[in-house]
């Protein structure tokens, strides 16, 4: 989120896009209640089934599942088009000025530099103009043919009200109803804020999704004010921490990035990654990317990582390719992999195509999953009748079970979608054998320590020389892990500004990433997460909900990172001069002398505005980007395309261009390609999905649970019912080029025929809480039916559009 | 009972005054359950089988969202979706908690035959004290709101508390403090009906025009009220009755016809009392015996 | 034929009529007492009957239906002699005399006078409702199977007929309490024949003829 959730409350307009709140998150859902009970909010949920959280909206509009960029392209056009953008905020606060490069281009939609056997883009034309200062060529007057505004507008005319209701299937009435509530927004005392999850990123083309989401958001001059913001709602306890703590095969911790196989040099490393400033007098944070990157290789190897061996730079591993889930399945299912660790992770059930993930794991000789749970990964070998039909006898993968706690039965922090880390006590002792994942981790790492100290190997560096300051080596405990990520100082530290000045003395506490340095003086193994723990103590366990200015802003409740900042961007809530666009919702103001408010000020705290330093100071070029530049795999403006599995078989804006199909640049492989299905022998559009009474895989264990939602369903429509002469309760059997999965049909109202290129298409809701394990009546794993694609940034598999057939059993 | 605040203002077939010297201070309590801010999560469900220890079957899906299925001894909340197409043309998917309503004129405890199995409290809470209830089933028939349930387990009458061993103590009922979305909530029942109008207030800004507090005027008024976006159409709401009242039948039943019964049959026997001691029995005399054993030889002959 | 040997007495009830009166009597006080119980809170001490208010609702159909089922018994070979004649409706008429005692001006009666014959439908038709409604409010059972207006209008109905059987009851007591004799006929099984000229003379008459009446 770049704001969070009791900020919500603010907002004039919710938009519910990609994600069903109410249902997968019924907690911060309140604060929607909030703002429509009151702050007069209006609620719109565009979903492709009449959902819970469309049950309390003012306004619902259906879309086709995977067609989100063609409605929020349409959005886009009708707020230029009827100049429904906050003139002031755009143009001082994003590239709308800014020259797009002469050779950039987009044909048929394709970007310039296409190379089709790679399926990826060359993105050097994807880039600003520069002049001769080597800034980015810039005109304010919006009258250059190439600047972005220009280029913004030209690409989305196409997205016309009848395009978007042709491709999408959204009544042309209720799209524009939309577009209004939203346009209301453009005005600079009102807000909107967009609440999206799994509903948009799990798609191939997901990340633009998202995007355009932005893109809306920043023409409204939503970004940076209270009651605005995009708003991921993170999916469970603990994936925002997981992503901030860098556990993407890519990252490391607080968003650094592992060095690939061809940056074996350091220098080039760093160089690549602090980024200078695009524009005169801007922030560009990142240049402060060695800060960050020397403090963690000194919380991981203390002593060892000294500036003559490059901070200990190559202990990292460089990658070779990717790591991301679908790339190692892939190879797994190759037969490349031995061994795999499953920790925290369900994957026979979580990834796509279950037919393949079961071959896959059946060519491992060892299988460890680390689990509260029996989990179906770990059972993946044993034979459950229909619901997962295999021959143990022909599996040889020895599978070992590592019992592990749950959250109530251990202690640490958790990061909410707001980037709250909260700390949380024990509520219960473990059961039987289970240990904490630091305890078996602790374990496992000493272990391969002392097999390298006797036997040796290959390198051992990595592993030996790791810092494990810890007072009981056997088990980290939670709070020297969280002090260990916050960080320390290793020898006093001292001012910029006045080098006699020491601001931390060695042995203290950090308290903030401001005091971070590249002389490995500072140790931080997160710097996003530098200051939770302070000297103060730890900031994470503060629980006091007082909110002086009535906006939200309890900022001594726990700690938000970075800083302890509530709402990212916050100086874009104020005009150029500094003064609040909305002063009844103020979150930080320049007052001649510094910077401040109810918010921590996201910018440098005694910047005059009439210095013209952007608020997005971690772009280099200090303002939002409608253009991309080569941010994004598939260009630098989203674009629509088809699902992976479309009903259509083509792309409506681009009819005659086979290679646009689907995301150009999206994750697949040839196996996979070829399981793909055709509308001809599945023509449903199926939507996998959560439901409020189960948390993924989980709680089907539980009775409770299991109780409220005690056995699998799929929804289908009240028209699709009938032609198929089913009726609820009926068992249907859904089926679709991977596999098939048999369930109770939940005949219902809330899904609609939609028309798409004039003809019908039905959509297929299918819940994935069910499995073979549990107190819950057993039940076929949903990911039979999904396929094997990405997106193409993320590698997030497309869950939520494929093709099916129903039929009665 | 030593807890002031569960005196007991009405007693189930107890003929005699309730104890009194203390009522006076105690407020009515009540839950507000807003429709239109409920998302049919079913949190609450989950908290009453919590904090009241109960575990329903694991059932199984009847192609609705609907589970449990019903209101159960162990499930005393459920809730209710029903989807609706309005004459706009836009679809709701109006969903009701539904559970007891804690009548002011609770049906149950006029119907039920058990001294002390069903009282209601000062606060105006309808609570079934199981130790009392003999399992007659009375109180199913007298209840408009078909709540109660008898346990197959011990035969007994369950239903909703409204957590009054939490409200004694000054808490809210567990449903009330697990909704996520505030779409419950508990408090006096004076202070809820002017929340409520803020609600209809708001609900008629959007376009409700028929939005409106729902408290049965027919029971006397609950203690469990709803606001709906048709209030003018409870039935929506999965068949909330639009007019409930304890039923006739039951009101005979459990009014009129007892004292009236009973007067009947004892008049009957002192009449008949009266009648002997007036008349005097009735006796065959041995003129009786000698005229019939006169006429039998006759003919025998 | 007769089990005694007087020849100044008449039978008037055999051993297994006899037998099942009285067991019905002692089901129907099962019954009553605690259905009472259950209708009236000032009688809720009948409970105790049977063992208190729980015991109470879990016998109490059992009981009903083996009182239902042998009064079934005992009164379907009555059928015959009570179907209502001609001159029953002169002695209906004639109701206040029969109360004050003045039998000169009665038509003759057969086995069961007018008002015996009336009480003996009201209670046939009395456990018929009762059976039948009885199942319909058994919670255990079938309650929860019927429609809640059902099961209300039964036990409306099952309380008012159980409220007319009991009227019947008392009426039934008292009559026989007042006409001495009628006691020995249910527990001896036979009348003298005065009691038999005097009350029932038809009757008398169809039993002193040499074939026995039978």
Redesign the interface.
């Known amino acids: 989120m770049t704001n969070h959730w009791v900020d919500i409350k603010n907002a004039d307009v919710v938009l519910i896009m990609g994600g069903n709140a ?2 997968a998150h ?2 911060g ?2 604060w929607v ?2 703002a ?2 009151h702050n ?1 909010a209006k609620l719109i949920v565009v979903d492709p089934r ?1 959902t ?5 909206a ?1 306004l ?1 509009c259906p879309i086709r599942p995977g067609s989100d960029i063609a409605f929020l392209g349409g959005v886009i056009n009708y707020l230029l088009a009827n100049e429904a953008i906050h003139r002031e905020y755009v143009t001082n606060y994003t590239d709308f000025s800014f020259v797009v490069r002469e050779d950039f281009a987009f044909k048929d939609g394709l970007y310039s530099g296409y190379d089709e056997a790679k399926h990826s883009y060359d993105k050097s034309s994807w880039e600003y103009e520069r002049g001769k200062d080597g800034y980015v060529v810039s005109d304010p007057t919006l009258a250059h043919p190439r600047c972005v505004y220009n280029l913004l507008k030209a690409h989305y005319a196409r997205y016309t009200p009848e395009m978007v209701e042709r491709v999408c299937g959204s009544p042309k009435d209720k799209f524009l109803e939309v577009c209004k509530h939203l346009a209301s927004t453009a005005t600079p005392t009102r807000a909107a804020t967009i609440m999206y999850a799994l509903g948009w990123t799990q798609h191939s083309t997901g990340s633009q999704i998202i995007r355009t989401g932005a893109m809306v958001q920043l023409l409204l001059g939503n970004i940076g004010i209270a009651g605005g913001g995009m708003n991921a709602l993170r999916g469970h306890s603990n994936i925002q921490g997981l992503t901030d703590l860098g556990l993407m095969a890519n990252l490391l911790p607080g968003y650094l990035t592992l060095p690939k196989d061809s940056e074996q040099d350091y220098g080039a490393y760093i160089e690549s990654r602090t980024q200078k400033p695009l524009r005169p007098n801007q922030m560009s944070y990142w240049q402060n990317y060695p800060r960050f990157h020397v403090s963690l290789m000194k919380a991981w190897y203390g002593a060892a990582a000294t500036a003559e061996n490059h901070w200990a730079y190559d202990f990292l591993p460089k990658l070779d390719k990717g790591y991301d889930m679908l790339a190692v399945f892939d190879r797994m299912f190759d037969g490349q992999l031995n061994g795999y660790f499953c920790q925290g992770f369900n994957p026979l059930a979580a990834a796509p195509n279950k037919a393949k993930m079961t071959a896959a794991f059946s060519k491992l000789k060892y299988l460890v999953v680390m689990d509260p749970l029996a989990t179906e990964t770990s059972e993946f070998w044993k034979n459950h009748g229909e619901f997962h039909d295999v021959d143990a006898a022909q599996i040889d993968t020895e599978v070992i079970r590592l019992p592990t706690t749950c959250f109530a039965e251990e202690e640490g922090a958790l990061v909410s979608s707001g980037r709250w880390l909260q700390w949380h006590w024990k509520g219960a002792e473990p059961p039987g054998e289970a240990r904490t994942d630091i305890a078996i981790i602790a374990g496992i790492y000493r272990r391969l320590r002392k097999l390298y100290e006797t036997e040796g190997g290959a390198y051992p560096d990595p592993i030996l020389k790791m810092t494990w300051p810890y007072a009981r080596a056997e088990e980290p405990s939670p709070e020297e892990i969280a002090r260990e990520y916050s960080g320390k100082a290793l020898a006093d530290v001292a001012d910029p500004k006045d080098p006699k000045v020491v601001v931390r003395k060695a042995g203290e506490q950090l308290a903030g990433f401001a005091e971070l340095r590249d002389d490995g003086s500072t140790a931080s193994g997160c710097w996003i997460f530098a200051g939770c723990w302070s000297e103060a103590g730890n900031l994470m366990a503060r629980r006091d909900n007082s909110d002086p200015t009535g906006i939200g802003q309890t900022r001594n409740w726990a700690w938000a990172w970075p800083a302890n900042r509530r709402v990212l961007y916050n100086r874009a809530s104020c005009d150029p001069a500094g003064k609040p666009f909305n002063p009844a919702r103020k979150l930080v103001a320049w007052n001649g002398k510094a910077w401040a408010g109810a918010d921590v000020p996201d910018f440098k705290a005694d910047e005059d505005p009439a210095g013209g330093m952007g608020p997005f100071i971690m772009n280099p070029e200090g303002v939002a980007r409608f253009f991309a530049r080569g941010a994004m795999a598939e260009g630098p403006f989203p674009e629509h395309y088809e699902p992976f599995e479309s009903p259509l078989g083509y792309n409506p804006l681009h009819p005659k261009e086979p290679r646009v199909v689907a995301s150009p640049a999206a994750r697949i492989f040839k196996k996979d390609r070829e399981a793909l299905g055709k509308a001809d022998a599945f023509p449903c559009v199926a939507t996998t999905y959560r439901l ?2 189960h948390f993924h895989y989980w709680t089907k264990h539980v ?11 799929v929804e289908i429509g009240e028209v699709h019912a009938k032609e198929l002469g089913v ?4 068992r249907v059997k859904v089926s679709s080029n991977r596999g098939s999965i048999r369930a ?7 899904i609609k025929p939609l028309t798409i290129e004039g003809k019908p298409v039905h959509t297929v809701g299918i819940p994935i809480h069910w499995g073979f394990k549990g ?3 057993p039940g076929f794993i949903a990911n039979t039916l999904t396929p094997f694609v990405g997106d193409g940034n993320t590698q997030t598999p497309e869950f939520k559009a494929f093709l099916v057939k129903v039929e009665r059993v | 009972m030593p807890l002031q605040s569960l005196d007991i203002v009405r007693r189930s077939a107890t003929t005699t005054p309730s104890p009194m010297a203390r009522a006076a201070a105690e407020v009515a309590v009540a839950k507000l359950i807003d429709t239109s801010k409920c998302i049919g999560c079913k949190a609450c469900q989950t908290a009453c089988m919590e904090w009241n220890d109960l575990r329903d079957e694991v059932g199984s899906c009847a192609g609705t969202y609907d589970n449990p299925r019903d209101l159960t001894d162990q499930s005393w909340t459920v809730m209710r979706f029903s989807e609706y197409e309005n004459p706009k043309g836009d679809l709701e998917w109006l969903i009701r908690k539904d559970g007891c309503m804690h009548c002011a004129d609770p049906g149950c405890l006029k119907a039920c035959p058990s001294p002390g199995a069903i009282v209601q409290y000062a606060n105006g809470i309808v609570d079934f004290h199981e130790e009392h209830c003999i399992g007659c089933g009375y109180c199913v028939a007298g209840c408009p709101f078909d709540v109660p349930r008898i346990s197959k387990k011990d035969g007994k009458a369950y239903k909703c508390t409204l957590c009054s061993d939490r409200v004694a103590v000054g808490l809210e009922p567990a449903c009330v403090k697990t909704c996520p979305t505030g779409a419950i909530t508990f408090g006096t029942k004076e202070q809820l009906q002017h929340d409520a109008a803020e609600r209809i207030v708001d609900l008629k800004s959007r376009g409700y025009e028929q939005a409106g507090l729902y408290d049965p005027a027919g029971v006397g008024g609950t203690h469990v009220m709803y606001v709906l976006h048709h209030a003018d159409q409870p039935a929506l709401y999965s068949g909330l009755p639009v007019a409930p009242r304890v039923s006739p039948v039951v009101r005979l039943w459990k009014g009129a016809a007892k004292p009236l019964a009973l007067g009947a049959i004892a008049l009957a026997a002192i009449a008949g009392l009266l009648n002997y001691v007036r008349v005097g029995a009735k006796e065959v005399d041995p003129a009786d015996e000698a005229a019939a054993e006169r006429e039998k030889e006759k003919a025998h002959g | 034929m007769a089990e005694h040997d007087r020849p100044d007495l008449i039978e008037r009830h055999g051993r297994q009529e006899r037998l099942q009166h009285w067991v019905v009597a002692l089901l129907f006080l099962l019954a009553a007492a605690s259905g009472m119980a259950l209708f009236h809170p000032a009688l809720f001490w009948l409970a105790a009957v049977l063992g208190g208010g729980t015991w109470s609702v879990i016998l109490h159909p059992f009981v009903g239906l083996a009182m239902a089922l042998v009064f079934a018994r005992f009164a379907a070979p009555q059928w015959g002699d009570n179907r209502l004649l001609p001159n029953d409706r002169v002695w209906l008429e004639r109701l206040r005399e029969v109360i004050e005692g003045r039998d000169e001006h009665l038509p003759e009666v057969g086995k069961y006078n007018a008002g015996q014959k009336v009480l003996y439908f009201v209670m046939v038709a009395c456990v018929a409702v009762l059976a039948l409604t009885g199942l319909a409010i058994w919670r255990r059972y079938f309650a929860g199977g019927l429609p809640v207006g059902v099961v209300r209008a039964a036990a409306l109905l099952h309380a008012l007929a159980a409220f007319v059987l009991v009227l019947g009851a008392v009426v039934h007591v008292a009559a026989a309490l007042w006409v001495k004799g009628a006691v020995g006929a249910m527990t001896r099984g036979t009348v003298t024949i005065g009691w038999a000229w005097k009350h029932h003379r038809a009757w008398f008459r169809q039993m002193i003829r040499p074939t026995g009446g039978r």
């Open positions: 109410a249902e019924p907690c859902f309140k209640v909030e429509k009970a007069q009449f819970r959280s469309a049950s309390v003012d619902y409020t009474e009775r409770l649970n299991a109780i409220v939602q005690p056995e699998q369903f009726r609820a309760g009926d109770v049909a939940v005949v219902t109202k809330r107190v819950a009546k």
